[in-house]
C-alpha cells in the first residue's frame, strides 16, 4: 500500500481563510478587532520561533496580536502580573504563555492565574474538565483538535475504529485521546494510551486503525510495527544531527516515515503535519474567545 499523505499545510490554510473571514465579519459587524497575547519567558531559540509565528499568523489573518518578552530571569510574580494586566484588558481575548517557562516559574501557577475566557492554549483545568464532559462548543487544545480537524477534513470518521495514542502529556496525549473516544461525531474511537510504562506496546500498535504519535522521540515507531492500511498521524517535532544539511540539522516526526509509510492508508508528514494545525486552531480558539466575550456583552 502506499499512503495518502494528509497535508497539515493545505489543511490549515482551509482552517485559516475561514478565521480571516470571521475576523472580518466581527470587525464589520461590531467594530471590534480579535487579539491575542502571546507571552515569551527566556530566549529560548525554539520557542522564539514558535511566538513569531504565531503573531505573524495573527496579522495574516486580521487578528491584532500583541507579543511581549520578558528576560529569562523574570520573577514569576512579574510574569503574573503581566497576566492580570491583560486578564483585565478588554480589548484581549486569548492569552498564551509559550511553555516551557524558565524552572523557577511554576508553571501550574501560570496555568491557574489566566482567565479561563481568554484561555485559548485550553491548558486551564476549567476548559479542560469542560472538554473532558463533551462540551466542544468553547475551546479545544490546539494540537488534538488539529489531529481531530485532519481526520475530519480527510474524510476519516474515528467511529468505531480502534485508536492508539502514543504519549500521555496533558498538552497532546491526554487530551487527543479524550477527544477521539468522545460521544460525538468527532470522536466514538475505542483508544488506548500507550506510555514509557506499556508492557507490549506492539500488541497496541499493530491492532490501531489509527495511531497518534506524540512521545517527542525521532523516529520511535517503525514500520514492522504498525498494521497494513493503518491511518498515522505523527505529532513529533524532533531536531536531529544531519551533516548533509545547511544548518546542521533537520527535522523529524516520532514515526519513521520511510518504514512506516509504505504500510499506511494515510500519513502525515513532517514537517508540514500537524505543525501548522496547532496554530490554525489556537487562531480559531482566539476567534471563540472574541466571539464569547461579545456575547457577554463586551464592546471591544
Ligand atoms: N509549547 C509547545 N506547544 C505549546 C502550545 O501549544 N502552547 C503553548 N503555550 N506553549 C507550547
Request: charged share 20%; net charge neutral.
Amino acid at each position: 500500500m502506499s499512503a495518502n499523505l494528509i497535508s497539515g499545510n493545505e489543511i490549515s490554510a482551509s482552517v485559516n481563510h475561514e478565521t480571516a473571514a470571521e475576523a472580518a465579519s466581527i470587525a464589520a459587524e461590531y467594530g471590534i478587532q480579535p487579539a491575542l497575547a502571546v507571552i515569551l519567558v527566556g530566549e529560548d531559540p525554539a520557542s522564539q520561533v514558535y511566538v513569531n509565528r504565531k503573531a505573524k499568523k495573527c496579522v495574516e489573518l486580521g487578528i491584532r496580536s500583541e507579543k511581549i518578552v520578558l528576560p529569562a530571569d523574570t520573577q514569576e510574580s512579574e510574569l503574573l502580573a503581566v497576566i492580570a494586566r491583560l486578564n483585565a484588558d478588554p480589548s484581549i481575548h486569548g492569552i498564551l504563555v509559550q511553555s516551557p517557562v524558565p524552572k523557577h516559574i511554576d508553571e501550574q501557577k501560570v496555568v491557574l492565574a489566566i482567565d479561563p475566557t481568554k484561555d485559548v492554549d485550553c491548558f486551564h483545568p476549567m476548559n479542560v474538565g469542560r472538554m473532558m464532559l463533551g462540551d466542544f462548543s468553547g475551546f479545544l487544545p490546539c494540537t488534538p483538535w488539529g489531529v481531530i480537524t485532519m481526520l475530519q477534513r480527510s474524510g476519516i470518521s474515528p467511529a468505531g475504529k480502534k485508536a492508539v495514542v502514543l504519549g500521555r502529556s496533558n498538552i497532546v496525549g491526554k487530551p487527543m485521546a479524550a477527544m477521539l473516544s468522545a460521544n460525538n461525531e468527532l470522536g466514538n474511537a475505542t483508544v488506548a494510551t500507550c506510555h514509557s510504562r506499556t508492557k507490549d506496546l506492539e500488541f497496541y500498535t499493530k491492532n490501531a486503525d489509527i495511531i497518534v504519535a506524540a512521545i517527542g522521540i525521532p523516529n520511535f515507531l517503525k514500520g514492522d510495527q504498525v498494521s497494513e492500511g493503518a491511518v498515522i498521524i505523527d505529532v513529533g517535532i524532533n531536531r536531529i544531527a544531519d551533516s548533509a544539511a545547511k544548518n546542521g540539522c533537520r527535522l523529524v516526526g516520532d514515526v519513521d516515515f520511510e518504514s512506516v509509510a509504505p504500510k499506511a492508508s494515510y500519513i502525515t508528514p513532517v514537517p508540514g503535519g500537524v505543525g501548522p494545525m496547532t496554530i490554525a486552531m489556537l487562531m480559531k480558539n482566539t476567534i471563540r474567545a472574541c466571539k464569547a466575550a461579545i456575547a457577554r456583552g463586551q464592546t471591544k
